[in-house]
């Protein structure tokens, strides 16, 4: 089996030197991001997503076939925000994670997380 | 140890901290492969009201590679679900557990788990899982062994968490529960900067108050248990094809195990963890193959690294470790004049050790063993990648020895392990010099061919001490120590 080929023992996205653990995965987090739980429950978040179209986010390539195995609407999805500069965001749900990159929406759940 | 609480990290999440790696052919199951894969270190027997269990949040696999090429093609997996049958007892067991039971209100046994198991095999198409293939579920995990009045005929309860299992062509014959630490090292000796007992007088620090040369060793990892997970599985559903004969590295399978946990995990206030959940991707956590390699190769800012990545890293950034290991640039400052070949080997200019890259990383080619000239468990590749290789065509031996390879037993580590092979003298005497003649022109001491630990009593010394208890048949680790007859200093009237 290839590289590319995964599972959970296979390379990440971005290359085994840029693997997390989870203790760089919480010192990336506490230091230089932001994590935000969201669900229905943030206001405007959908609306956002669905309605800023020159500010789509763009869904990065390693993970665009995720959108059709994504979990149930119903299942929690967790938010990280990795860069606010660049709006690069983790999307996270059921066992998948995808990655967006959208600016507005990195300035709008950092809002949101402050209110 | 072998791997137990190996790495700064993964010490404190012992439930996903994987302790040793075991892989055989069956000795009373021809034709079988046996997959043992422990985690959890050093259970105190008595350990309770809230005995061990694995973890329902950590995802454990035993995955195989038998194409040579370092990543998977095979892995099976198991989940686990708890229950508390009687959530308002404070107790394990409200009574005594003489028969395993699905989960229920009336059972005697308070917190019970039961098992998913799966196969995933993974051809090119197969990305994120899919061709995931549940082999059984609904599976009974046995009781810790509390002691003879909750947990009586302990070992016929245990035999009832054997559960045959399969889906499709695959099969397996399946145990996920407690079992006695089948490893022994003397721990004490080894990190009292390598004062092994019965060669402290040629330490260092030989001479000093508390040194005792010629001591036997202490086995410290006897009366502890251990949770296993262990599989039984026809070798013609290990195996890339039906192999030739032992030279067809096709015969030859890598072994590893993993554990993943999600990438985030949510608490949920009140504390009792029933509302938490996980979210996004399985990540590594734990990574074993060869015993000993994180230990005792792997650089303490980089353990829970290397427990992160996959085995193709090690021919990465860490093939220096293997290439050039620190053990043994120590051993002749430890034990001065005890090794001067393996000393003057260092100093020199070409010292690096392919023999240990061999064990470790890409298995042993054929004719580098000349006393066993036939001998190979080589990946057919090259690619280096730390894995337990087995040689499948190779039958178990009749007349095993604990040295494995070592003592001219094709049959034990480093093909494979079994559950009595003593890999901590294995190791000890690679790293000082024992198999790297085999590779390079190197004349090995004389004592890299008798230092050991102190903990059997020869090659032949199969039950080795504090380990007595080996089954013969699956799944070959002892039952384990009660709680109420271990640690030993109470009566022991019971056993084990």
Known sequence: MSPEQNDETAPPPDGWRGALTRRSFLQRGAFTTAAVAVASSVPGISTFVATTATDAPAVDTEVSDAADEAGPLTEPLIAHVKDAGTGEISLFQGEREVVVRSPSLARSLMSAARK | ?496
């Open chain 2, 1 to 496: 140890m072998s791997s137990h609480r190996e790495a700064p990290e993964i010490s404190k999440d012992p439930v996903a901290d994987s302790t040793d790696l075991y892989a055989f052919r069956s000795p009373d199951a021809p034709g079988t492969v046996t997959l043992i894969a422990n985690y959890i270190p050093l259970e105190a027997p008595d350990g309770g009201p809230n005995f061990y269990e694995f973890a329902d949040d950590v995802l454990y696999s035993i995955n195989i590679d038998n194409t040579g090429d370092g990543f998977p093609d095979i892995s099976y997996r198991f989940r686990f679900t708890t229950v508390n049958n009687t959530p308002g007892s404070f107790l394990y067991n409200d009574g005594p557990i003489t028969s395993l039971t699905p989960p229920s209100a009336t059972s005697n046994w308070n917190r019970q788990q039961t098992y998913t198991v799966s196969r995933v095999d993974m051809p090119w198409n197969r990305w994120r899982n899919k061709g995931e293939i549940v082999l059984g579920s609904g599976l009974l995990s046995p009781p810790c062994n509390i002691g003879p009045l909750s947990t009586p005929n302990y070992g016929a309860l245990a035999n009832s968490a054997i559960h045959s299992v399969g889906a499709g062509p695959f099969s397996a014959k399946v145990f996920a529960g407690q079992r006695a630490e089948g490893f022994y090292v003397d721990l004490g000796a080894v990190f009292d900067l390598g004062n092994l007992r019965g060669f402290a007088g040629d330490h260092a620090g030989g001479g000093g108050p508390g040194l005792m040369n010629g001591m036997p060793g202490v086995n410290s990892t006897a009366d502890v248990n251990v949770h296993t997970l262990a599989l039984q599985v026809p070798v013609d559903q290990l195996t890339r094809s039906a192999p030739s004969g032992p030279g067809d590295s096709a015969a030859v399978i890598g072994v590893w195990t993993t554990a993943s946990r999600q990438r985030v995990r949510v608490r949920k206030d009140g504390g009792d963890g029933a509302g938490d959940f996980g979210s996004g991707p399985w990540t590594q956590v734990s990574r074993l193959g060869n015993p000993l390699t994180n230990e005792l190769l792997i650089g303490i800012g980089d353990k829970d690294r290397w427990n992160a990545l996959p085995p193709t890293s090690d021919g990465g950034p860490f093939l220096e470790y293997f290439a050039t290991p620190l053990l043994p640039q120590l051993l002749p400052s430890l034990y001065p004049g005890v090794f001067p070949n393996l000393a003057a080997y260092n100093s020199s200019a070409h010292n690096v050790r392919p023999d240990i890259e061999a064990i470790f990383l890409t298995g042993i080619p054929t004719g580098v063993i000349t006393p066993a000239p036939t001998f190979t468990n080589y990946n057919g590749t090259g690619i280096k990648a730390d894995m337990l290789r087995l040689n499948t065509a190779i039958p178990p031996a009749s007349s095993p020895s604990n040295l494995g390879l070592l003592g001219l037993d094709v049959a034990g580590y480093p093909n494979g392990r079994r559950v009595f092979d003593d890999v901590a003298t294995i190791a000890l005497r690679a790293v000082a010099g024992a198999t790297l003649g085999f590779v390079t022109s190197f004349t090995a001491d004389g004592a890299a061919g008798v230092v050991d630990f102190g903990l059997t009593t020869g090659g032949a010394d199969i039950p080795a001490k504090g380990t007595e208890n080996y089954l013969s048949t699956f799944p070959y680790l002892g039952t384990p120590y009660s709680g109420y007859s271990n640690p030993a200093l109470t009566p022991v009237s019971v056993a084990p």
